[in-house]
């Protein structure tokens, strides 16, 4: 079964702090990966996908992910965090195309003034 | 465009109460599914569906159940309510990505 880390459960930042939030997968194909934000009090919301090509993939505000295959990976980053970016976030791989993906525990990122 | 909407939003149940938890999207999407998250936890697949006509279990099937009758609508169904399943219920549609709904938070009491 594929699986999905996300090592670090809780995260904290200073505002204008750069960010990485990490995301490792255990299986030997590549899958599609992807990263999802959710507010306090919300639903989901799609931040970026890789599916293949180029591994450093631009999401919606202002984040990006770099695919690793030596390493597994699919790390998110920001190069400067704003406080409306305090929130869960979810890596998810679908290994197989089949439209199911599995995803990680989460990360929670709190932002300090 | 609305996308995955979830109805109701809030809900409080008795203990074996039944209800219906309602989840359209307008997207054409063949793809869908049903999650639990519980507080301070990730995401638990209930059931999801491939297509019309077609269902399967995930993670945490029991007391629950699921009809996919058309590639719109896909509803969740609590037939005896306990309170282990108060959570919040998500609702999410897929096509190369999910589209979630913004959820229905459930306790039962």
């Known amino acids: 079964a594929q699986s999905v880390t996300q090592p670090d459960i809780h995260i904290t930042v200073s505002e204008g702090a750069s960010l990485e939030l990490r995301c490792n997968y255990s299986y030997g194909a590549t899958p599609y990966l992807f990263w999802y934000v959710q507010s306090p009090g919300q639903g989901l919301q799609l931040l970026l996908k890789y599916f293949s090509g180029d591994t450093l993939v631009q999401g919606i505000k202002g984040f990006e992910a770099e695919f690793k295959r030596s390493q597994s990976s699919f790390n998110l980053r920001k190069p400067s965090v704003h406080w409306s970016d305090a929130a869960e976030y979810f890596c998810?791989?679908?290994?197989?195309?089949?439209?199911?993906?599995?995803f990680g525990d989460g990360t929670t990122l709190t932002v300090k003034p | 465009n609305a996308g995955v909407t979830q109805t109701p939003k809030f809900r409080i149940l008795k203990i074996g109460q039944s209800m219906t938890l309602q989840c359209t999207q307008d997207?054409?999407?063949?793809?869908m599914y049903w999650y639990r998250q519980d507080p301070g936890m990730g995401l638990k697949l209930i059931y999801y569906?491939?297509?019309?006509?077609?269902?399967d279990k995930g993670e945490v099937p029991n007391g629950y159940n699921v009809s996919r009758s058309t590639t719109e609508d896909f509803p969740l169904r609590l037939e005896l309510a306990a309170p282990s399943q108060t959570s919040v219920y998500f609702c999410?549609?897929?096509?190369?990505?999910?589209?979630f709904g913004s959820g229905t938070r459930l306790t039962v009491v």
């Open positions: 997207m054409n999407h063949n793809y």
């Open positions: 569906s491939v297509g019309a006509g077609i269902t």
């Open positions: 998810a791989v679908d290994l197989t195309n089949a439209g199911k993906s599995t």
């Open positions: 999410a549609s897929s096509n190369l990505g999910y589209t």
